[in-house]
């Protein structure tokens, strides 16, 4: 059974700095793995989506890895903003059932 | 192109109580899946319809369950409510679903069951 892991629950840095959150997944067969960014009253929004194939997917600021034989992600944020506030979730699509399994999230604070 | 919308935003209703959400997807998306979010669970997903078949279905009882309409617009009904079942329920579209393609989400629906 999947099971997907985001550590630390919480994290708060200083605006500017660099970061990296990250994901684990106990079973590496998966289809895909997804990062979402989640803002009070506003829903889900879908940031980066790494097929199993890939290694890495790039957006602006936003850099997501995937090491499937390790069972991790992780998704880098440069010169992080007051704006890149929010929980960010990862989750992990099996390739037999397709079906997202979530992590709990980690809460980012950017202290301006 | 206007985003997925979700009626109603909030929901109170008592236990016992049966409950219908509404989710309308973006125009040109024929599937519609849905998810709950609780403190305790995290995000589950429910399940997922498709040219209006339901074609996954995740781990939830069978008093959970949904349909979709030619326009692709969706609905979730909640019979025989619990207080367990107080959450956000959260809907996505996408073009051809199954997970493996972007989903854009809606601001949620929040049940609340007392």
């Known amino acids: 059974k999947q099971e997907v892991t985001q550590i630390p629950a919480a994290l708060s840095v200083p605006e500017g700095e660099n970061l990296v959150l990250n994901c684990s997944f106990t079973?590496?067969?998966?289809?895909?793995l997804q990062w979402f960014r989640q803002d009070p009253g506003k829903g889900l929004t879908s940031l980066l989506l790494?097929?199993?194939s890939q290694r890495e997917q790039t957006s602006g600021r936003l850099n997501a890895s995937l090491d499937k034989s390790s069972g991790r992600s992780t998704l880098y944020i440069a010169a992080s903003q007051p704006g890149d506030s929010a929980t960010y979730l990862c989750?992990?699509?099996?390739?037999?059932?397709?079906?997202?399994?979530w992590g709990a999230g980690t809460k980012l604070i950017i202290k301006p | 192109k206007a985003g997925v919308t979700q009626t109603p935003r909030y929901l109170i209703k008592t236990r016992g109580q049966q409950v219908t959400l509404s989710c309308s997807p973006i125009?040109?998306?024929?599937?519609v899946s849905w998810y709950q979010q609780t403190p305790g669970q995290g995000l589950q997903f429910l399940f997922e319809?498709?040219?209006?078949?339901?074609?996954n279905k995740g781990n939830f009882p069978g008093r959970f369950s949904g349909r979709q309409f030619s326009n692709s617009r969706s609905e979730m009904n909640v019979s025989t409510l619990e207080l367990g079942d107080s959450a956000l329920y959260l809907c996505?579209?996408?073009?051809?679903?199954?997970?493996?393609?972007?989903?854009?989400f809606g601001p949620g629906t929040r049940l609340l069951v007392l």
């Open positions: 790494i097929q199993s």
């Open positions: 125009s040109g998306h024929r599937s």
């Open positions: 319809y498709f040219s209006e078949t339901q074609r």
């Open positions: 996505a579209s996408s073009v051809a679903g199954g997970g493996q393609e972007t989903q854009y």
């Open positions: 079973d590496s067969a998966i289809y895909n």
């Open positions: 989750a992990a699509l099996g390739d037999s059932n397709y079906q997202l399994i």
